[in-house]
Nanobody, 116 residues
């Protein structure tokens, strides 16, 4: 079992920045990939960015060049630096940890609201 605790999020004006953090505990040795998903009202949950234990990152096209995912393996923490935020980035952001066996664990979610 992996437990994930997210911090960060909040309200920001368009063009601003926010940083999300997610700390993992429990069976951390089983974690292969950590990342962030988001879900806007009335829309399905979508992958925003993730990063492997070796540091290989993936980004959704909608956030490339604006968001940066990073990972501190020593602290078992993944970060999402979000710059040049747009109103369409408004959503609940969820931290995800995927094991080598492809089991997923989820954080409780944190609201990000970007005002125009």
């Amino acid at each position: 079992q992996v437990q994930l605790v997210e911090t960060g999020g909040g309200l920001v004006q368009a063009g601003g920045s926010l940083r999300l953090s997610c700390a993992a505990s429990g069976s951390i040795f089983s974690i292969a990939t950590m990342g962030w998903y988001r879900q806007a009202p009335g829309k399905p949950r979508e992958l925003v960015a993730d990063i492997t234990s070796g540091g290989r990152a993936y980004y959704a096209d909608s956030v490339k060049g604006r968001f940066t995912v990073s990972r501190d393996n020593a602290k078992n923490t993944v970060y999402l630096q979000m710059n040049s935020l747009k109103p369409e980035d408004t959503a609940v952001y969820y931290c995800n940890a995927r094991s080598y066996a492809l089991d997923s664990s989820w954080g409780q979610g944190t609201q990000v609201t970007v005002s125009s």
